[in-house]
């Protein structure tokens, strides 16, 4: 089994800038890749941000450039830095690993609120 853990989540004013974590642990082998979704009441969860092993990345459109995901291999955390956070951000998001074998895993959430 595999725990993704998440934290970094909470309120910030528009303009502002968050650092989301995730820790994983349990059986860590084979990831294929790890990555970020958010999702808000009533809509589906969208990707946001996608790391592989190789290290190459991938975001939907409406956060390039404000947002960089970026993986500690050695200790198993991946992290999504956001700046110039948009009321449109509040979300909650999650964490997500894909193995090879094409096994995926989530994290509990955390909420992310942009206001003033």
């Known amino acids: 089994q595999v725990q993704l853990v998440e934290s970094g989540g909470g309120l910030v004013q528009p303009g502002g800038s968050l650092r989301l974590s995730c820790a994983a642990s349990?059986?860590?082998?084979?990831?294929?890749?790890m990555g970020w979704y958010r999702q808000t009441p009533g809509k589906q969860r969208e990707l946001v941000a996608v790391?592989?092993?190789?290290?190459?990345?991938n975001y939907t459109d409406s956060v390039k450039g404000r947002f960089t995901i970026s993986r500690n291999n050695a200790k198993n955390v991946v992290f999504l830095q956001m700046n110039s956070l948009k009321p449109e951000d509040t979300a909650v998001y999650y964490c997500?690993?894909?193995?090879?074998?094409?096994?995926?895993?989530w994290g509990q959430g955390t909420q992310v609120t942009v206001s003033s």
């Open positions: 790391i592989t092993s190789g290290g190459n990345t």
């Open positions: 997500n690993l894909v193995r090879h074998s094409g096994s995926a895993y």
């Open positions: 349990g059986s860590i082998f084979s990831i294929n890749r």
